[in-house]
């Protein structure tokens, strides 16, 4: 795959700087391609100084909309809640017009239904026919130690949905929704983070020559047409002999 780009940056202070730079570059080329840019961002602890940097960024907020590759099944004011964590970190510090942030919604007490409410938004933003999915400027992900990443986590029904822009993730029972394999290959830049030796495991999976997708999730993200950006620190990639 000659769209695949990977880094390996001598420390999180540095991965998260190169993480800005990547981020800034595909807004700016997005909002000169179509006068927009759309961002579906990763939870977890990794990219939140990301975050906090890209609140000091001087952009043209009203030309970004935000969204989410996936969200604990929680209300938004949950300690949990992706979309608080985003907001705490970068949206609430930066004047980004309200209707420009899209986030999963969870109130619905089904878990199901607001995966298909979330699908339907993206329908209608993306101006999607049935059957296609969104091509989102960049989505943001992160991968655990068990190799899932968004909410596709080893061994789940959601790693099998395919004619789904969003459906119900599963880990360890606790509910989440996510965005399906098709729905984050079809972005035009995919960029994961990943940092800490407690990654490295799942990286050797990830990018051996062989092994289970179904049980190394994040060996599914193959986009054919979009840029894949791995940035890795060190301590997560320093044996994995690339970048
Ligand atoms: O909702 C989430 O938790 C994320 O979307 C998830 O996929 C995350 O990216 C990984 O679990 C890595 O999390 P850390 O960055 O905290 O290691």
Same mark, same amino acid.
């Given at each position: 795959?000659?769209?695949?780009?990977?880094?390996?940056?001598?420390?999180?202070?540095?991965?998260?700087?190169?993480?800005?730079?990547?981020?800034?570059?595909?807004?700016?080329?997005?909002?000169?391609?179509?006068?927009?840019?759309?961002?579906?961002?990763?939870?977890?602890?990794?990219?939140?100084?990301?975050?906090?940097?890209?609140?000091?960024?001087?952009?043209?907020?009203?030309?970004?909309?935000?969204?989410?590759?996936?969200?604990?099944?929680?209300?938004?004011?949950?300690?949990?809640?992706?979309?608080?964590?985003?907001?705490?970190?970068? /949206? *609430? &510090?930066?004047?980004? @017009?309200?209707? =420009?942030?899209?986030?999963? #919604?969870?109130?619905?007490?089904? +878990?199901?239904?607001?995966?298909?409410?979330?699908?339907?938004?993206?329908?209608?933003?993306?101006?999607?026919?049935?059957?296609?999915?969104?091509?989102?400027?960049?989505?943001?992900?992160?991968?655990?130690?068990?190799?899932?990443?968004?909410?596709?986590?080893?061994?789940?029904?959601?790693?099998?949905?395919?004619?789904?822009?969003?459906?119900?993730?599963?880990?360890?029972?606790?509910?989440?929704?996510?965005?399906?394999?098709?729905?984050?290959?079809?972005?035009?830049?995919?960029?994961?983070?990943?940092?800490?030796?407690?990654?490295?495991?799942? /990286? *050797? &999976?990830?990018?051996? @020559?062989?092994? =289970?997708?179904?049980?190394? #999730?994040?060996?599914?993200?193959? +986009?054919?047409?979009?840029?894949?950006?791995?940035?890795?620190?060190?301590?997560?990639?320093?044996?994995?002999?690339?970048?």
């Amino acid at each position: 795959m000659n769209n695949k780009h990977v880094e390996v940056l001598p420390d999180k202070t540095a991965l998260i700087e190169r993480a800005r730079e990547r981020v800034l570059s595909e807004i700016r080329t997005a909002i000169e391609r179509s006068d927009r840019a759309t961002i579906a961002l990763a939870g977890g602890g990794t990219p939140k100084p990301l975050y906090e940097a890209l609140a000091k960024e001087a952009l043209p907020w009203d030309k970004i909309h935000i969204f989410w590759g996936d969200e604990r099944y929680v209300p938004p004011d949950h300690p949990d809640s992706n979309q608080r964590m985003a907001r705490e970190a970068w /949206l *609430d &510090r930066v004047p980004l @017009p309200p209707e =420009n942030i899209h986030p999963m #919604p969870t109130g619905a007490a089904n +878990p199901a239904v607001d995966a298909r409410t979330y699908e339907q938004e993206l329908q209608a933003f993306f101006e999607l026919e049935s059957g296609t999915f969104p091509k989102f400027d960049l989505i943001l992900l992160g991968i655990g130690d068990d190799a899932h990443t968004a909410s596709l986590f080893p061994g789940t029904e959601a790693l099998q949905v395919r004619d789904r822009l969003v459906t119900v993730g599963n880990k360890d029972g606790q509910a989440r929704l996510t965005f399906t394999v098709p729905s984050i290959d079809a972005a035009r830049c995919i960029l994961f983070l990943v940092s800490g030796a407690g990654k490295q495991e799942a /990286l *050797d &999976r990830i990018f051996a @020559p062989e092994a =289970n997708p179904f049980v190394y #999730p994040a060996r599914f993200v193959q +986009p054919r047409e979009g840029q894949l950006w791995w940035l890795l620190d060190d301590a997560a990639g320093r044996n994995l002999g690339v970048g």
